[in-house]
């Protein structure tokens, strides 16, 4: 059975960092494309970062313009956790963030709608505010 468990949220100050986490289960974190989400109130739910499995594209990654050079996704396969290292931190940061996987090794757009409905995690809220 497919589960994806994000962690790590919270309040964090702007300027600062904060690495969510998502811990899978159901397949290996190498093995499928896997993207961060994000949604805040008012917004469309938005891809973030997407990876492709390890054997695809080399594993080729995608960032969305407002987080280039400030987020950085990764996965431990020790841990089968994919992260997302989130540094400089701004205020337009704040969401619920969610991981996800698509059930295929690569990601055409890193689009919400790529990824199918109930391989979701339930999400992590993160604030970003003095």
């Known amino acids: 059975q497919v589960q994806l468990v994000e962690s790590g949220g919270g309040l964090v100050q702007p300027g600062r960092s904060l690495r969510l986490s998502c811990a899978v289960s159901?397949?290996?974190?190498?093995?499928?494309?896997i993207g961060w989400f994000r949604q805040a109130p008012g917004k469309e739910r938005e891809g973030v970062s997407c990876?492709?499995?390890?054997?695809?594209?080399?594993?080729?990654?995608y960032y969305a313009d407002f987080v280039k050079g400030r987020f950085t996704i990764s996965r431990d396969i020790a841990d089968n956790t994919v992260y997302l290292q989130m540094n400089e931190v701004k205020p337009e940061d704040t969401a619920i963030y969610y991981c996800?996987?698509?059930?295929?090794?690569?990601?055409?757009?890193?689009?919400?709608?790529?990824?199918?409905?109930?391989?979701w995690g339930q999400g992590t809220q993160v604030t970003v505010s003095p």
């Open positions: 990876i492709s499995a390890e054997t695809f594209n080399y594993g080729g990654t």
């Open positions: 159901g397949f290996t974190v190498d093995q499928f494309a």
């Open positions: 996800a996987i698509t059930g295929h090794s690569g990601f055409n757009e890193c689009r919400p709608e790529q990824f199918p409905p109930r391989w």
